[in-house]
């Protein structure tokens, strides 16, 4: 299928779910896939993202469960674990490695941890396999993308210890309303300036042509909102993902 | 932009022994914050800046606010002495106008167009919106569903000084939710925007900033009861919600052998999401931006909290006064809702000062102090209770 990274929302309606989705994303032959650790305060997300957590955490969707489901999901894409950091700090560095090791999760997305605020608790998980993906938004100046991109050096294996989250619009995730597609385009030639790390967009894609856009300039589409609320609403990730371009059909 | 922004914090982001607060925020804040830290340090050193602070502090806010001494009061507590540093006297009521304040004219210094703010109790919102009206900018204030039930008659004022209020209807509907809202709301306009955050919590340097704008209250303080009674109290008490008004009020009196004393709520029992006493029933963790202590489950998911005073029910201390506790610079108490309730009936009657339930907790620790044998205490008044009438009414002391 095209280009595309999915976010899904572990727990949500039920974590018995997750191990059938990510079977199927290695199916749809997606190589990596965001799963969400949902969080009781989500502040970089917007109304779908938060209820989804909210329905997680309520159908008991903690941490420790999260990632113990993910330890019996052998046949999945390498995963990018997507959370906030008080849930894994509360863990403890060795615990979370502990936890992390039998599961295919790759790196690590921690939306309210910047570069450099907890040098000694990254530092553990890089050297144990797990690097944070840097997060590069509409604010981040260019001096300090080059900084972020210098601290997160990392080169592992694939597409998930390598790339970099380009934060398409000001705000949280999942917000409709038109995308300027300009200056993402803008952007994306900026940073490529700067790396030549493979690129993921997200934050508010979701129409087919803004996706279609996005893979124009070389980089991956994140869809994340859209996905979580037809998974929600029971439908197949196939078919969660027709919006972000029809899957080619199975030979 | 003209000048590179910096991409490095000047002041420092960590507090205490244990090395709290920080900026654990999302990079889309990082550079606006970065920015707030550099238009906050340049105003503090423009005598133009400090000037105009100086004037609307005096004409607008008006003060100094008094330091009146209490002696019906403290004969109904068995205390020698107690000074209240009344707070409640400060324009709209509450001591969060020193800070809405500040911010504001940095905000319109910053040639920011619009203020978002998030308010729990509703006298941040209304300081924030009252400021914003005085300074000619607008503003929205975010404000939990609970809350707004609860603080109608703050809600109401708000609208009338010309503010927008969305009402947040997740989780508990309190200041937390109020928070994460703001926090994204800013998130979305931080390119024309500036967040006025209301207590000394949140990403560096918002806990610096708050704390700076209120320490007016302890530097007053301390300047009156020298002058009053030519001695400094024996014990400093304040409430402590995030701990705008306590630091405001201690932080002046840290260097001097005063006992201080910070009164978090104690809600109605003992039990994790029956309190909101953050100091022996939290642990460390981050929120909203801070390494503090939160009341959280074993998860790290945020915890419910409880407390009768809406001002008081956040579930994390702010990261410098939690850094205070933890190195036994403060110490920590807790007062019930009953409590409070039964000292702010005790101050109305005795010296005819009805006061919020936020600073009631404070004023419910007297009998304890007198019976530890302090002889004079000078405690913060933070806030008026007139919008708490319906809660007294409600719960019997209004009888």
């Known amino acids: ?251 | 932009m003209n000048v590179a922004p910096s991409t490095e914090f000047v002041l420092p982001a960590r507090f205490g022994r244990a090395g709290l607060g920080g900026c654990y925020a999302p990079e889309t804040l990082m550079t606006p914050l970065l920015e707030l830290e550099a238009a906050f340090r340049a105003a503090l050193a423009d005598p133009v800046f400090q000037d105009e602070l100086s004037r609307e502090l005096r004409d607008f806010v008006g003060r100094p606010t008094p330091l009146m001494p209490a002696p019906r009061l403290a004969a109904a507590a068995g205390l020698r002495a107690v000074f209240l540093k009344r707070e409640d006297l400060a324009h709209t009521g509450a001591h969060k106008i020193n800070n809405a304040l500040g911010q504001v004219l940095l905000a319109r210094r910053m040639g920011k167009k619009e203020i978002i703010a998030e308010t729990g109790a509703g006298q941040h919102g209304v300081a924030t919106a009252a400021a914003c009206a005085r300074l000619g900018l607008d503003c929205t204030v975010y404000m939990g569903g609970a809350d707004m039930a609860r603080q109608a008659p703050n809600v109401a004022r708000m609208k009338l000084l010309g503010a927008a209020v969305v009402a947040v209807p997740a989780g508990q509907g309190t200041l937390k939710e109020a928070v994460n809202e703001a926090l994204r709301a800013w998130a979305g306009r931080c390119d024309r925007a500036h967040y006025v955050l209301g207590s000394a919590l949140g990403p560096h340097p918002y806990p610096t900033i708050v704390r700076t704008f209120q320490q007016i209250i302890g530097e007053e303080a301390r300047r009156q009861i020298l002058e009053t009674t030519g001695a400094l109290p024996d014990v400093v008490v304040a409430c402590a919600g995030g701990g705008s008004n306590g630091l405001g009020l201690m932080i002046p009196f840290l260097r001097d052998a005063v006992r201080l004393i910070a009164v978090e709520a104690g809600g109605h029992g003992r039990a994790l999401g029956e309190h909101a006493a953050r100091f022996d029933g939290g642990r460390l963790g981050v929120l909203h931006g801070c390494k503090t202590l939160v009341l959280q489950d074993t998860h790290g998911h945020t915890a419910a909290t409880a407390s009768v005073s809406a001002g008081l029910d956040y579930p994390a201390l702010g990261p410098e006064l939690a850094a205070l506790m933890l190195d036994g610079k403060v110490t920590a108490w807790r007062a019930t809702d009953e409590e409070a309730l039964a000292a702010a009936q005790l101050l109305s009657r005795c010296e005819g000062v009805l006061p919020a339930l936020e600073c009631s907790h404070a004023l419910a620790v007297l009998p304890r102090l007198a019976r530890e044998g302090a002889p004079c205490v000078l405690l913060g008044l933070s806030g008026r209770g007139d919008k708490d009438l319906a809660t007294f009414q409600q719960m019997g002391g209004a009888t």
Request: charged fraction near 20%.
């Open chain 1, 1 to 251: 299928m095209k280009p595309v990274l999915p976010f899904l929302m572990a727990g949500d309606p039920a974590l018995e779910k997750l191990p059938g989705w990510l079977a199927e994303a290695r199916g749809l032959g997606l190589d990596t896939i965001e799963v969400g650790l949902p969080h009781s305060d989500p502040i970089a997300d917007g109304p779908v993202l938060q209820a989804a957590a909210q329905r997680a955490i309520t159908a008991g969707a903690t941490p420790r469960r999260v990632l113990e489901c993910l330890a019996r999901c052998p046949d999945s894409p390498d995963i990018v674990l997507f959370t906030y950091l008080n849930p894994l700090w509360q863990l403890g560095a060795g615990e979370l490695i502990r936890l992390l090791r039998p599961t295919p999760v790759k790196s690590l997305l921690v939306v309210d941890l910047p570069f450099g605020e907890e040098p000694a608790w990254e530092e553990q998980l890089r050297a144990a396999g797990y690097p944070l993906v840097p997060l590069l938004t509409p604010t981040t100046s260019l001096a300090r993308v080059a900084q972020l991109l210098n601290r997160s050096r990392q080169g592992g294996a694939g597409f998930a210890q390598n790339f970099v989250y380009l934060v398409a619009r000001l705000g949280v995730t999942g917000q409709n309303g038109p995308m300027d597609l300009d200056s993402v385009q803008v952007r994306v030639a900026a940073v490529r300036g700067l790396t030549d790390r493979p690129l993921a967009v997200g934050f508010g894609l979701s129409a087919p042509a803004a996706l279609d856009a996005v893979r124009a300039m070389g980089a991956r589409p994140v869809v994340g909102s859209d996905v979580v609320e037809r998974l929600a609403a029971g439908k197949t990730l196939r078919a969660a993902l027709t919006a972000a371009g029809p899957p080619e059909p199975e030979s």
